[in-house]
């Protein structure tokens, strides 16, 4: 089987990195039906720190094509991808597509393929913040209807493809098979003790770590201005690190916004080994991040989640995140609620054991031995 996996960003390499090892497995398994992967940077993200380092890392394959498309608005570069992956896609001829998540190269990448008629599996399927105001969600809305395979991490997610009738289409297949991004960290978490030591040293365990990255909060100056101003009071009572993302970076320094502030150690973005570190390390998180939400349940943490909504209800359900929004005093409650509470990761088993992208591999090879996708039927499976 030939599959094309297509990534471009941070969070797209954290997930592939797990579903690149189980192809590993697979071929090492059964080396007389074995999957080729081949693998494409579409460049949306293209610093050492926020690429490279996650492919050295994780020992993600090289990509076999590049396409260096990055610092355009939303329109522009997914037009530009689809184009170049239009090209590719016809040369390589693929069995299968593989996408991850909700950027604009997971959308190209679903488009390309699904108008060639090349099926699209996507990894991280049925999420919905049911906020359209944000592009992923509309990134995540549009490749969930052109894909065949959805993999989604949680039973909430089968829930919202149901109710969006997209079971109804004859050719889809959907699969609750838990989080990949849970099957990572269980790999490289006991790999990643004192990889953050130069940035955490000199401060106590129980410091806590901050994520900034959405465009609703770096496109609202006033918003942005004010969530900073918050974590510059937080920070004067208890020590903050926080890993700056090149956009916030941006919006700050157009601002005028100095982010060095006492109490906020800043960073420049951080590997994934020392994320784990640093997560390991720390006493809360706060964060819009949809990953890091999930990390810091994974690794025992509490967490405030600075939106005003998340895809990830289950975990608000459980007590272990707490949605704050933006407003100075709905975060220092939210931090004050948050920063005694006990988390428990052995509470929720939704996002599997470990084994999610090894169900991914087992399912799409399986369609490959069968050859007849129009005989798949709607068939979610619970994990045990
Ligand atoms: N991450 C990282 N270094 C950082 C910040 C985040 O390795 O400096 C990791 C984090 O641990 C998680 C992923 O990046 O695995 C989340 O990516 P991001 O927050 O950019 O995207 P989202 O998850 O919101 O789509």
Same mark, same amino acid.
């Not at 906020?131 to 395979?149: G, Q, S």
């Not at 269980?186 to 003790?193: D, I, L, V």
């Given at each position: 089987?030939?599959?094309?996996?297509?990534?471009?960003?941070?969070?797209?390499?954290?997930?592939?990195?797990?579903?690149?090892?189980?192809?590993?497995?697979?071929?090492?398994?059964?080396?007389?039906?074995?999957?080729?992967?081949?693998?494409?940077?579409?460049?949306?993200?293209?610093?050492?720190?926020?690429?490279?380092?996650?492919?050295?890392?994780?020992?993600?394959?090289?990509?076999?094509?590049?396409?260096?498309?990055?610092?355009?608005?939303?329109?522009?570069?997914?037009?530009?991808?689809?184009?170049?992956?239009?090209?590719?896609?016809?040369?390589?001829?693929?069995?299968?597509?593989?996408?991850?998540?909700?950027?604009?190269?997971?959308?190209?990448?679903?488009?390309?393929?699904?108008?060639?008629?090349?099926?699209?599996?996507?990894?991280?399927?049925?999420?919905?913040?049911?906020?359209?105001?944000?592009?992923?969600?509309?990134?995540?809305?549009?490749?969930?209807?052109?894909?065949?395979?959805?993999?989604?991490?949680?039973?909430?997610?089968?829930?919202?493809?149901?109710?969006?009738?997209?079971?109804?289409?004859?050719?889809?297949?959907?699969?609750?098979?838990?989080?990949?991004?849970?099957?990572?960290?269980?790999?490289?978490?006991?790999?990643?003790?004192?990889?953050?030591?130069?940035?955490?040293?000199? @401060?106590? =365990? +129980?410091?806590?770590?901050?994520? %900034?990255?959405? !465009?609703?909060? &770096?496109?609202?100056?006033? *918003?942005?201005?004010?969530?900073?101003?918050?974590?510059?009071?937080?920070?004067?009572?208890?020590?903050?690190?926080?890993?700056?993302?090149?956009?916030?970076?941006?919006?700050?320094?157009?601002?005028?916004?100095?982010?060095?502030?006492?109490?906020?150690?800043?960073?420049?973005?951080?590997?994934?080994?020392?994320?784990?570190?640093?997560?390991?390390?720390?006493?809360?998180?706060?964060?819009?991040?949809?990953?890091?939400?999930?990390?810091?349940?994974?690794?025992?943490?509490?967490?405030?989640?600075?939106?005003?909504?998340?895809?990830?209800?289950?975990?608000?359900?459980?007590?272990?995140? @707490?949605? =704050? +929004?933006?407003?100075?005093?709905? %975060?220092?409650? !939210?931090?004050? &609620?948050?920063?005694?509470? *006990?988390?428990?990761?052995?509470?929720?088993?939704?996002?599997?054991?470990?084994?999610?992208?090894?169900?991914?591999?087992?399912?799409?090879?399986?369609?490959?031995?069968?050859?007849?996708?129009?005989?798949?039927?709607?068939?979610?499976?619970?994990?045990?």
């Amino acid at each position: 089987m030939k599959l094309i996996t297509i990534v471009g960003a941070r969070p797209q390499f954290i997930k592939a990195a797990a579903v690149s090892r189980a192809i590993a497995r697979h071929n090492h398994r059964h080396p007389e039906r074995p999957l080729r992967e081949i693998i494409v940077h579409s460049g949306q993200h293209h610093d050492a720190n926020m690429s490279e380092v996650f492919f050295q890392e994780m020992e993600i394959p090289r990509p076999d094509h590049t396409l260096g498309i990055h610092t355009l608005g939303h329109g522009a570069m997914t037009g530009r991808m689809l184009e170049s992956l239009e090209t590719l896609l016809r040369n390589e001829r693929p069995d299968a597509v593989l996408v991850y998540g909700d950027t604009n190269t997971t959308l190209a990448g679903a488009l390309a393929a699904v108008k060639l008629h090349i099926p699209v599996a996507h990894v991280e399927a049925g999420l919905r913040s049911f906020n359209r105001a944000m592009p992923e969600e509309i990134n995540r809305i549009l490749t969930d209807h052109c894909a065949t395979w959805l993999f989604c991490p949680t039973p909430t997610a089968v829930e919202n493809l149901t109710r969006e009738g997209v079971p109804q289409r004859p050719e889809v297949f959907i699969q609750h098979c838990g989080d990949v991004m849970f099957d990572t960290i269980r790999h490289f978490a006991p790999k990643a003790e004192g990889a953050a030591i130069r940035h955490r040293q000199g @401060l106590a =365990a +129980g410091y806590w770590l901050c994520t %900034l990255h959405r !465009a609703e909060l &770096t496109d609202d100056p006033n *918003r942005l201005r004010q969530v900073f101003a918050t974590l510059q009071e937080l920070a004067r009572e208890h020590p903050l690190i926080l890993p700056l993302h090149p956009r916030t970076r941006q919006a700050m320094e157009r601002l005028g916004i100095d982010p060095h502030s006492p109490g906020i150690r800043i960073t420049p973005p951080v590997g994934y080994l020392e994320m784990l570190d640093l997560l390991k390390h720390a006493g809360l998180v706060l964060t819009d991040s949809g990953g890091l939400q999930k990390e810091a349940f994974f690794m025992g943490k509490g967490c405030v989640t600075l939106r005003e909504e998340t895809e990830w209800t289950e975990l608000v359900s459980a007590g272990c995140n @707490l949605l =704050a +929004g933006f407003s100075p005093d709905a %975060l220092r409650q !939210a931090v004050m &609620t948050m920063a005694g509470r *006990r988390v428990d990761p052995t509470t929720l088993t939704i996002f599997g054991q470990g084994e999610s992208s090894d169900r991914i591999v087992a399912t799409l090879t399986a369609w490959n031995a069968s050859q007849s996708v129009n005989q798949k039927v709607y068939k979610p499976h619970a994990i045990a």
